[in-house]
């Protein structure tokens, strides 16, 4: 079985700093892009960054030149360092990962989510 757990959600002042770390577990045989989402109440789930293996990365517009995505290929990990954090930033922040298990076809992934709230 194959989990994604995030951690490094919490509440924070307008303009802090938070780093979210997603780490996947269990038999993977290969892992391509791995990424972050957010949902906030109301509204749809969104991209927010996403990196291939090789280290090309996307960002939302909205958090271009505040947030920054990384991995560790070796730990089978994603993070998201955000920065300059705004109210409008408050959501749930959701880890996915398109991997294979061996003997199985690529499939995406989601983690259970974890909050951040962003205080004016």
């Known amino acids: 079985q194959v989990q994604l757990v995030e951690s490094g959600g919490g509440l924070v002042q307008a303009g802090g700093s938070l780093k979210l770390s997603c780490a996947a577990s269990?038999?993977?045989?290969?892992?391509?892009?791995m990424g972050w989402y957010r949902q906030a109440p109301g509204k749809q789930r969104e991209l927010v960054a996403d990196?291939?293996?090789?280290?090309?990365?996307n960002y939302a517009d909205s958090v271009k030149g505040r947030f920054t995505i990384s991995r560790d290929n070796a730990k089978n990990t994603v993070y998201l360092q955000m920065t300059s954090l705004k109210p409008e930033d408050t959501a749930v922040y959701y880890c996915?990962?398109?991997?294979?298990?061996?003997?199985?076809?690529?499939?995406?992934?989601w983690g259970q989510g974890t909050q951040v709230t962003v205080s004016s």
């Open positions: 269990g038999i993977i045989f290969s892992i391509n892009n």
């Open positions: 996915n990962a398109e991997l294979k298990r061996l003997g199985f076809t690529f499939k995406d992934y």
């Open positions: 990196i291939t293996s090789g280290g090309s990365t």
